[in-house]
C-alpha cells in the first residue's frame, strides 16, 4: 500500500495521485528487464545489472544471483541496497521523456513458504533465465521496497512511502 506522495501534481489528491503513480510503475516495470543494484561491502559501493520482476502489489522487487558473487557477499554483510531502472535511449529526448525510478529497502532471500510462487513470477517475465534461477548456486532474492523515487521529465522527483 502507498503512504503519502511527498509532491503532488496538477492539484490532484494524495489517493488519485497514488494510484496514478501506481499504473505508471505497473506499466514501466513491465516495460523494463535490466536495472542496476547498487550495494555497500567491504569499504565500498558496488553496481550489478540484474534482471528484475516487479510483485503485483509492488511492495516487492525480485532478483537473482548466484551466492559466490560480489554482490551476494556485500547483501549478506549490507542487506540495504537502492535498484534503478530507466528508460532512456541516450537521445537528447531522454532529459524530457525518459523515466528512472529508484527503488530503495532491504533485501533477503526468498523464503520456502514464498519461493515457487516468486519463482514463477520470475519466470514469467525472464524464461529464458529459468537454467540460473533454479540451479542450487543461484538466490532468488526479494527487495522489500521502502521507498519508491520516481524522476520524470529531467528534474521531477516524486516520493512514495509503502506501508506494509
Known sequence: MFGILQRF????????NATRHKTLLKDFFLSQSLA??????????YGSLVAFAATDDLESLLFATMRDTRKFAN??????????????????????????????????????????????????????????VTSPACALLRLDVATYFIVSDFQNVTVLHIKK
Do not use: W
Open 9 to 16: 501534481y496538477h492539484g490532484e489528491g494524495p489517493l488519485k
Open 36 to 45: 542496476v543494484l547498487a550495494t555497500y561491502g567491504c569499504g565500498q559501493t
Open 75 to 132: 547483501l549478506t554483510e549490507n542487506p540495504m541496497v537502492a535498484l534503478v531502472m530507466d528508460n532512456r535511449a541516450n537521445q537528447e529526448t531522454d532529459f524530457h521523456g525518459a523515466i528512472a525510478v529508484t527503488a530503495t529497502g532491504s533485501v533477503q532471500e526468498a523464503g520456502a513458504l514464498e519461493k515457487d510462487l516468486l519463482l514463477e513470477l520470475y519466470l514469467s517475465k525472464h524464461p529464458y533465465l529459468k537454467d540460473f
